[in-house]
């Protein structure tokens, strides 16, 4: 090897180690940059996971109020039907009551209907036979009744 050769080959070394040491440095440079973003992302990213942590807590907290004020609407409800249920009964027994009542009376009003007509049949002047046998009543009814209308008929 020639003498020239040995610095040519020390200069090409010293080129090579200099651009290798821009290169590197330059790739650190860029990697110092991509960490200092990274880090900024890191940052904000968790900023938002604190939010998203806060809001969370909030929404658990409203969820556990919704579901105790559901629980007490159910209980009061609940409270509510079996009250109306026990005046839905209370209500039946009574409608049971005022038909059977009903009843009674539609039967006893048929026993009234002779006595009105007795009664009419007396103040239209009819005796005691004509009574008895148009409202198929005994005699000591038909004549109580007459007894009665002529009180009447006198008092007046």
């Known amino acids: 090897m020639s003498l020239l050769a040995v610095p040519i080959i020390a200069v090409l070394a010293l080129f090579l180690v200099l651009l290798t040491s821009t290169l590197l440095f330059v790739y650190l440079s860029k990697l110092?940059?991509?960490?200092?973003?990274?880090?900024?992302?890191?940052?904000s990213t968790s900023l938002l996971v604190d939010d998203l942590q806060t809001l969370n807590n909030k929404?658990?907290?409203?969820?556990?109020?919704?579901?105790?004020?559901?629980?007490?609407?159910?209980?009061?409800?609940?409270?509510?039907?079996?009250?109306?249920?026990?005046?839905?009964?209370?209500?039946?027994n009574q409608s049971i009551e005022q038909q059977?009542?009903?009843?009674?009376?539609?039967?006893?009003?048929?026993?009234?209907?002779?006595?009105?007509?007795a009664f009419k049949l007396a103040a239209k002047g009819a005796d005691i036979e004509e009574i008895m046998s148009e409202c198929e009543l005994p005699r000591a009814?038909?004549?109580?009744?007459?007894?009665?209308?002529?009180?009447?008929?006198?008092?007046?």
């Open 141 to 156: 009814e038909v004549e109580m009744l007459m007894s009665v209308y002529q009180q009447r008929a006198r008092s007046k």
């Open 32 to 43: 110092k940059t991509k960490m200092e973003m990274l880090n900024v992302q890191m940052q």
């Open 59 to 92: 929404l658990q907290q409203e969820l556990d109020e919704v579901v105790s004020r559901n629980e007490r609407l159910a209980t009061e409800n609940e409270q509510v039907s079996k009250q109306l249920e026990h005046r839905i009964k209370s209500l039946q």
């Open 100 to 117: 059977q009542l009903l009843a009674q009376w539609q039967d006893s009003q048929g026993q009234d209907k002779f006595y009105n007509r």
